[in-house]
């Protein structure tokens, strides 16, 4: 977590959350973008680096560049437009993509998490970003985690979100390793007895995609 409590990433937020602006969908998903930007910006401070030289016509300069193999992996189907926000900034980077749906075996205030999808490159020592919207109680990225431990072990991860409750901030960090590290835009307090962030924004997934 980073301070960003006066930034231009409220501008945002603050869109995204506006029950009226948010029904213009093409600017929900730009707004996601934009905010996946600024944040692959801020994450990017804490990457390795190592010296590289760059010819211009006019001469040579030494300039620091990124030593990290970067692997972007979203959750279908929210994550989509952070992963090409920070996509945008990280050309390089190599992409997963895994899905994972809130199923309501009983009734509606119960639910469990089921992953369907995946695909990615292998994971052994690269920089794993995780990205995924909304962090309501955390066990999206829980169940992710699980699934990804097959493709072998990062050597850092992050994870990369919009909105999340403290409640499932608290349980991600419970739950991955102890370095691992959180960008997110914005902390909401309430998570209701359905697991919605309160205030949060609505369905993200539904907002971006109908
Ligand atoms: C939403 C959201 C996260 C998840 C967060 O996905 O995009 O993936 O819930 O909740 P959690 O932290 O309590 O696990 P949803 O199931 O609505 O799917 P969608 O993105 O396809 O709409």
């Known amino acids: 977590r980073f301070d960003h409590s006066n930034s231009l990433l409220n501008t945002f937020t603050a869109e995204i959350r506006d029950s009226k602006i948010q029904k213009d969908s093409m600017r929900f998903r730009r707004n996601i973008e934009r905010i996946g930007e600024v944040l ?3 994450l990017s401070k804490t990457l390795d ?6 010819e211009t016509p006019l001469g040579s300069k030494k300039m620091s560049l990124i030593k990290d193999d970067l692997v972007l ?4 189907r929210a994550g989509l437009p952070l992963h090409q926000g920070l996509l945008s900034y990280f050309d390089r980077a190599e992409n997963a993509f895994i899905s994972a749906f809130r199923h309501h075996p009983n009734n509606e205030d119960d639910f469990e998490v089921v992953v369907k999808y995946f695909a990615a490159p292998s994971l052994d020592g690269k920089t794993l970003i995780l990205t995924d919207p909304m962090l309501a109680t ?3 990225l829980e169940n992710v985690l699980n699934v990804l431990r097959g493709h072998g072990t990062p050597a850092k991860i992050h994870i990369v979100s919009v909105i ?9 960090q419970k739950v991955f390793p102890t370095e ?3 960008w997110i835009a914005a902390v909401d307090e309430e998570l209701n007895d359905r697991g919605y962030i309160l205030p949060g924004l609505g369905d993200a997934g539904d907002l971006a995609f109908g």
Do not use: H, Q
Not at 49 to 54: E, L, S
Not at 73 to 76: F, T, V
Not at 164 to 172: K, L, M, Q, T
């Open 40 to 42: 692959a910006y801020e």
């Open 49 to 54: 680096y190592g010296p590289n030289t760059v």
């Open 73 to 76: 992996c979203s959750i279908l």
């Open 138 to 140: 955390g066990k999206t």
């Open 164 to 172: 999340g409750s403290e409640a499932g901030i608290d349980y991600v």
């Open 180 to 182: 691992t590290e959180l």
